[in-house]
């Protein structure tokens, strides 16, 4: 049987932790953050947890991580 790929995007967007937990960065801090409060802007900072139903998904774009 072939190797199997990597999803590169998927690579870049996402880390699986230790645990196997899928960690990803808050969308919409790049532009227009001027009309967003300060709290916000920094609550974007802090990586969330992907849930284990959509954490399956994206695990097996990563078969070697």
């Known amino acids: 049987?072939?190797?199997?790929k990597t999803h590169k995007g998927t690579k870049?967007?996402?880390?699986i932790t230790?645990?196997?937990k899928v960690?990803?960065?808050?969308?919409?801090k790049r532009?227009?953050?001027f009309?967003?409060?300060?709290?916000?802007i920094r609550?974007?900072?802090?990586g969330l947890v992907i849930a284990?139903?959509?954490a399956k998904r994206l695990k097996a774009l990563l078969p070697y991580e």
Do not use: F, I, T, Y
């Open 12 to 15: 870049a967007r996402v880390k």
């Open 35 to 40: 009309k967003k409060s300060g709290k916000r």
């Open 31 to 33: 532009h227009l953050n």
């Open 23 to 28: 960690k990803a960065m808050k969308s919409g």
């Open 52 to 54: 284990d139903s959509e």
């Open 43 to 46: 609550q974007g900072r802090n």
């Open 1 to 4: 049987m072939p190797k199997l």
């Open 18 to 20: 230790g645990r196997g």
